[in-house]
């Protein structure tokens, strides 16, 4: 009997009580996951004025900043996957953002730029705490549905990028508080590391650890287990985080590149900047739990190959349009991105028990996640060498191109997913794929 099932032997007043704490952690972690990614992209608007006010050589000095932050927020999620099958996993969420916020609010309060990057390390520190816990924790409020937990929580990605980059050069341009040598580009810094703080703590005191044990018919509880995870299980995450890897890049590549191209080609201004990286990422609220709802059973691998093919060719084009067409091309583009990592991540975790899930989500972001890292300085670097002719659009087509080219190496990943398992859980007779690869024992 599935741990959903095992509910209705509950009375009614605890069935209800259960059902509604599970629905206040999926949306506690929703929010959570918002501050997560708008902590991350703090700084991506505020790569020119962080540049001129640190006295930095070059725009990729900047972008160096949250590339750290990335590989080392990627870099640590197999431990922290480890912990997050193993322990309280919405304490570990609250710690991981409050010392997220208070990392990026000291950032704001420094100046010098070493400082600057080892608050980075702290920032990523912190942050790795997120998905391999929240993944984990989400998908086991809902043993039933796994896949749409994983899709409203995705929700959280999208209001998180865009309010990250639209908070940060509003900020940065409007607030008019002083405080010791505080720059322009430090106080966003300052304003989200309270903000983050306070949440928080609200969320330890409101979200719940989903029960450790479930009853079984007879009555008898079963502990949850935490086995090892198996060699082949293992490869094939492997396999999967260095194709499915490229989309991450592309990802984190195209917010440092989109805010760099519309700054320097566009000459828009850094709230400008910060309002357009934010626009095109908004799409994601609903993109994500929609495209997770539209691809469900036998709809999901085929979609996710679809989504990635689109995203890629429409961002390469995008240094073709004028001005007026860029911000819709951008959100188009988002929107596949956004909704693969919803698709993707349902699809992985539909595959996967419950007591392993946080290693495979902590698995994936260590190999995927830190080649990821390496975009924001990848396009800093690259937009550096175009000298002069930063300020023409045509010259981006060369990077824009890269990031069409991860894509469509990504959309050869569903076949890897494929292999991980069949869909467990109630719904596999009616949805399960019918591929070759999952029919096998072992395949």
Known sequence: MTAGNSNQTLPHPARHGLAQSRHV??????????FSHAIATLLVPLYLMMTSDLKLNGVKASALVVTVYGMVYNGFAWATG?????????????????????????????????????????????GSIFHPAANALVTAHYPDEPGMAIGWLGAG???????????????????????????AWQKPCVEMGVLGTVFGIVFLLTAR????????????????AHPPMDRTLRNRVIWLSVVLGCRDFA??????????????????????????????????????????YLTRG???????????????????????????????VLCGFQ???????????????????????????????????????????????????????ASRPIAYLGPFGLVAVMMLIASFSPRIIAKLGPVAGPEISAFSEIMPETMEPGA
């Open 251 to 292: 990802a984190a590549a195209s917010l440092s590149l989109a805010s760099i191209f519309m700054q320097k080609a566009w000459c828009k201004t850094v709230a400008q900047a910060g309002q357009i990286v934010g626009l095109m990422m908004l799409l994601g609220v609903i993109a994500n739990p929609l495209m997770v």
């Open 157 to 183: 990605s999208g209001l998180g990028f865009f309010l990250g980059p639209q908070f940060a050069g509003w900020r940065a341009t409007t607030a008019t508080w002083t405080l010791w040598h505080v720059a």
């Open 209 to 224: 650890e989903a029960p450790a044990s479930m009853r079984d018919g007879s009555g008898s509880v079963k502990i949850a």
């Open 82 to 126: 480890h912990l997050a099958d193993r322990h309280n996993r919405k304490t570990m969420l609250g710690i991981g953002l409050i010392g997220n916020a208070m990392a990026i609010g000291l950032m704001g309060l420094v100046r010098n730029y070493e400082a600057v990057l080892l608050l980075a390390v702290m920032c990523g520190l912190f």
């Open 335 to 389: 929107t596949m991105q956004l909704s693969s990592y919803a698709v993707s991540d349902a699809s992985m975790l539909e595959r996967t028990t419950p007591d392993q899930r946080g290693r495979v989500v902590g698995l994936f972001l260590l190999i995927a996640g830190t080649f990821s890292g390496t975009g924001p300085w990848v396009m800093g670097f690259w937009t550096d060498l175009l000298g002069h002719s």
């Open 25 to 34: 952690t999926l949306v506690m972690c929703t929010v959570l996951h918002a």
């Open 298 to 328: 036998r709809r999901r691998l085929p979609g996710l190959t679809m989504i990635l093919i689109a995203g890629g060719c429409i961002v390469a084009t995008t240094p073709l349009w004028p001005a007026v067409w860029v911000l819709p």
